[in-house]
């Protein structure tokens, strides 16, 4: 599981069956620094993640669990939105000023 940052979306009118109702999300891996850390990724969404909102995303098997079967074509899963976060017992927002 990991911290991203929906950056945008991806519209496939034709696509497998197994991602039909699923809205597709282009999202942005985040590290600890609020930075980005690798190229962005294409994941379901299944929590209704909106623009701009720091998601929890798991990949692999554990994505596809989450989708309707075990053989879907889900890679990846947006399976939580991020209220808050607390490292090193201090909010994300001031951590990050911290660490700068």
């Not at 039909?20 to 620094?33: A, F, M």
Request: charged residues 20%; hydrophobic residues 45%; negative net charge.
């Amino acid at each position: 599981m990991w911290l991203g940052k929906v950056v945008g979306n991806v519209v496939a009118t034709r696509k497998d069956d197994t991602l039909v109702g699923y809205k597709l999300l282009i999202v942005q891996p985040l590290n600890l620094d609020g930075l980005n850390t690798m190229s962005i990724r294409v994941a379901i969404d299944t929590v209704g993640a909106g623009n701009g909102e720091t998601v929890l995303v798991l990949e692999g098997s554990s994505a596809r669990k989450v989708a309707s079967t075990d053989k879907s074509a889900v890679d990846a899963a947006i399976v939580g939105i991020v209220d808050t976060m607390e490292l090193e017992g201090v909010a994300k927002a001031q951590y990050w000023v911290q660490k700068g």
